[in-house]
């Protein structure tokens, strides 16, 4: 018996929910305090317990009953009002989607933890319900061309959406790619961009070229025997960033093994991928102590690197990479200036994270379109060889400027095999955003999957072909829309390193061309590798055996 106590009977529990969630819940963005959330429950549940001890006389394990059913009924109501909410009075609910979907941003989780990949769920659903679709509770993709300067252009309302919040929810605290602050995102733009200046870029080329060599050493010394290019193309990213990223050698093309910090980000990209469809689930994952623990060495090295290059600083010296021009700016104390030590050192993990997965992808996603499509693979030695008459001892990468058809190769292969699937998500201004004939609320996440808009056949003829002939001497005849190649992205947010990555793949891509055959090992037929792409942002490659064979003159 209570007597002269609060005394919530379960009802009034259950309607609390509903008085919550439309007070308070419904209103905010929510994925980046519910670690806070969890925090504020947890603390009321012990201190109800404790009240009920200690001033209403219940025994412990009553207590605990009490408050378990009270808490039960409480968050009973907080999930009905959401799901009722959320089916028929919510501002996307006449956007078609599935019915989870409109309920949870755990069906996306679903349907990206099914096969991880999401990109082909994707396309279900546009087949499904067309070119807008509920794909969250508050999420639309959008597949129409219009969208694209809309939602992702330089002049584009939108901002970055709560996936950026992942990491921290304080754009001073994260990495570039993460800040949600949009003068903060745009000063420190500016230390990368120097990075990636014309005269930066040609300090870089002969090191890349020095890469390259060992690699096609490599090949040249085991011709004829088949190699797994996803793994040779990845060592092959990750030393050129480790030198082009920080001067430092990840040693994975002369050892032929992974360097431990590569590993690292390697053995949790799909599970994190996935987990990340879920932005707040990522947020709390960092605070469950040794969650991280995987991703140690990775940290530790690029911890390591940026402390090492501030100790190391010299003030006359021009800056010979990535890293460097970043601590520059900290140095010199820039506007542009990464805000914190754990912003510095979280943009220094970008370097690596950025550069390597992607490019190693478009490298190895080529070599496999070559091996499938001898014609491309001989017209493009043909070209090099006019370019290069000498052969591999007279390659020049002021030569390569004349090779265009090199350029429309990788074009036609980041259309067809982006190395970003889905890509970036933004938010809708709260005046909302017109596409085309549909009005989408404001405050509404929305994105358009980079995969499909590139394969989609209203905007690309023979969308599943490799035509590479369609983004240089068939362009008019095709009607390419270079617009609408974005494996870069676009606008404010676009991939500041696309130079270094298309010097960096034109480089790879030409020297190993002009040097070798290529064709599938026996038994491969590539069939699994271009179907079994997983999307984890960036997308995670199955081994592809191919042999590399050395040219007759
Ligand atoms: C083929 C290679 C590459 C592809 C396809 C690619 C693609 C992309 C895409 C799609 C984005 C935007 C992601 C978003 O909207 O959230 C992005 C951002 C970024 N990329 Fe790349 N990238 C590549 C290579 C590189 C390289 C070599 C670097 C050099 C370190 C780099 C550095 C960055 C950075 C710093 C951002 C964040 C930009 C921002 O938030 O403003 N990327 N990249």
């Known amino acids: ?106 069906y996306a989780l679903h349907l990206s933890g099914k096969n991880v990949q999401y990109q082909v769920e994707l396309e279900k659903l546009r087949d499904q319900y067309g070119d807008f679709v509920r794909t969250g ?6 597949l129409r061309k219009s969208a694209v300067p809309l939602v ?51 300090t870089y080329q002969p090191r890349i070229k020095s890469k390259v060599d060992i690699l096609t050493a490599e090949f040249l010394k085991t011709a004829g025997t088949p190699k797994d290019v996803t793994a040779w193309m990845m060592m092959l990213a990750f030393d050129v960033m480790g030198e082009i990223g920080y001067g ?42 040794g969650a991280a623990a995987g991703y140690a060495p990775f940290f530790k090295w ?40 754990a912003s510095l050192t979280d943009d220094g993990r970008l370097i690596i994270i950025a550069g390597s997965d992607t490019s190693a992808s478009v490298n190895a996603c080529t070599m496999f379109l070559l091996a499938k499509y001898p014609h491309v693979l001989r017209k493009l030695q043909r070209h090099l060889d006019a370019a ?5 001892h007279a390659w020049s990468y002021n030569q390569l400027a004349t090779v265009t058809y090199l350029d429309d190769v990788i074009k036609e292969s980041m259309r067809l095999m982006s190395p ?75 991939c500041p390193g696309d130079k270094l990555a298309m010097m960096s793949m034109r480089i790879a891509i030409s020297c190993i061309v002009q040097m070798f055959d290529i064709d599938f090992a026996p038994g491969e037929t590539g069939e699994a590798f271009a179907t079994d792409r997983k999307d984890a942002f960036t997308s995670v490659l199955r081994p592809l055996k191919l042999v590399f064979t050395k040219r007759e003159k």
């Open 1 to 106: 018996m209570i007597i002269g106590f609060p005394n919530p009977s379960l009802p009034c529990a259950f309607a609390l929910g509903p008085l919550i969630h439309a007070a308070f819940l419904k209103n905010f963005e929510l994925d980046i305090y519910i670690p806070h959330m969890f925090g504020v429950g947890m603390f009321s549940l012990i201190g109800l317990t404790y009240f009920y001890i200690t001033h209403a006389g219940l025994t412990v394990l009553a207590s605990i009953a009490r408050v378990a059913s009270e808490a039960s009924c409480f968050s009973l109501g907080i999930f009905t009002s959401m799901i009722i909410y959320r089916l028929f009075f919510h501002r996307l609910r006449r956007f078609p989607g599935p019915l989870p979907a409109r309920v949870t941003r755990f």
């Open 137 to 142: 509770p508050r999420e639309i993709m959008i």
């Open 152 to 202: 992702l252009g330089a002049q584009s309302p939108c901002l970055k959406s709560t996936w950026y919040s992942q990491v921290s929810r304080k754009s001073e605290m994260t990495q570039l790619a993460f800040s949600r602050d949009v003068l903060d995102h745009k000063r420190r733009k500016k230390a990368w961009d120097r990075g990636f200046s014309v005269k930066a870029l040609s």
């Open 248 to 289: 430092k050698d990840f040693g994975g093309l002369v050892t032929g093994r992974e360097h431990a910090a590569a590993k690292a980000i390697h053995d949790h990209m799909t599970i994190l991928g996935t987990i990340g469809m879920v932005p707040w689930l990522l947020y709390m994952i960092q605070f469950i102590p």
């Open 302 to 341: 690029c911890g390591d690197m940026i402390r090492e290059k501030k100790t190391m600083w010299d003030p006359e010296k021009y800056p010979q990479d990535i890293a460097s021009w970043l601590i520059k700016a900290v140095m010199e104390k820039d506007v542009s200036a990464s805000p914190t030590e």
């Open 388 to 392: 290069m008459p000498d052969g591999p």
């Open 420 to 494: 970003v699937m889905t890509g970036g998500y933004r938010v809708t201004p709260v005046e909302g955003l017109q596409v085309d004939e549909v009005w989408i609320p404001g405050d509404v996440n929305v994105f358009v999957p980079i995969q499909i808009l590139h394969t989609d056949e209203r905007y690309f003829v023979n969308p599943l072909g490799f035509v590479p002939e369609r983004w240089g001497e068939r362009k008019r005849e095709m009607g390419t829309d270079e617009s609408l190649l974005i494996p870069f992205s676009a606008g404010v947010y676009k």
